[in-house]
């Protein structure tokens, strides 16, 4: 059985940091990307940041490019998401998810295999 444990959310103050950690089991999903996703209350599940399966190539959201990192270490089948700098309008769910279908790397539709979130909360 497939499954994804997101790790490392909590509450910090603006300007801070968190490091995220998604770690896989059940399979190996070294030959997919790997993509962050999050929602907010009230809000839709929006794109963060992916990453290749080889973690050459990552993208970032608007909204995150330069103060978030993904990265990824196929050995230990876990992906990362550094967040610094962080912001009260980061504040949400966070997800990771495997990406198993064509399609943009933004789109959640091209995930299949999704954890349970880890919340992240950044008071001002």
């Known amino acids: 059985q497939v499954q994804l444990v997101e790790s490392g959310g909590g509450l910090v103050q603006a300007g801070g940091s968190l490091r995220l950690s998604c770690v896989a089991s059940g399979r190996t999903f070294s030959t997919n990307a790997m993509g962050w996703f999050r929602q907010a209350p009230g809000k839709e599940r929006e794109f963060v940041a992916a990453?290749?399966?080889?973690?050459?190539?990552?993208y970032y959201a608007d909204s995150v490019k330069g103060r978030f990192t993904i990265s990824r270490d196929n050995a230990k089948n876990t992906v990362y998401l550094q967040m610094n700098n962080l912001k009260p309008e980061d504040t949400a769910v966070y997800y990771c998810?495997?990406?198993?279908?064509?399609?943009?790397?933004?789109?959640?539709?091209?995930?299949?295999?999704w954890g349970q979130g880890t919340q992240v909360t950044v008071s001002s």
């Open positions: 998810a495997v990406k198993m279908y064509s399609g943009s790397f933004d789109r959640s539709g091209t995930y299949n295999y």
């Open positions: 990453i290749s399966w080889g973690g050459g190539i990552t």
